[in-house]
C-alpha cells in the first residue's frame, strides 16, 4: 500500500511540475495551479478508494471466520449441554 501511494505522490509532482508557470499572467497561474490541484485529488483519490476495497475485503473475511468460529463454539456449546443432560 505505501509503494501505490509513493508512486501516486510521484505521478501528482510530476504532473504539478509539468503544469509549470508559462507566463506572469494571474489567470494562468489560477488555472495551472486548479490543474494541479485536480491531479493531486485524483491520485489522492485513487489511492482512497483502493484502501477502501482493500478495506471492506479485509472486514468481509473476518466476518466469515468470526462466523465459522461463533458457528462452532455454538456446536460445541450445545455438544457439552446433552453430555451433561444425559448424565442427570
Do not use: N, T, Y
Not at 35 to 61: D, I, L, T
Not at 68 to 74: C, E, I, P, T
Amino acid at each position: 500500500m505505501k509503494l501505490r501511494f509513493c508512486i501516486m505522490a510521484c505521478v501528482a509532482a510530476g504532473a504539478f511540475f509539468v503544469a509549470g508557470i508559462p507566463s506572469a499572467k494571474e489567470e494562468s497561474v489560477k488555472e495551472d495551479a486548479r490543474k494541479a490541484g485536480r491531479a493531486v485529488g485524483s491520485a489522492a483519490r485513487e489511492v482512497w478508494q483502493g484502501a477502501k476495497k482493500a478495506g471492506k475485503e479485509v472486514g468481509h473475511e473476518a466476518k466469515k471466520a468470526g462466523q465459522a468460529v461463533g458457528g462452532a463454539a455454538k456446536e460445541g456449546a450445545q455438544e457439552f449441554k446433552r453430555a451433561f443432560k444425559g448424565k442427570k
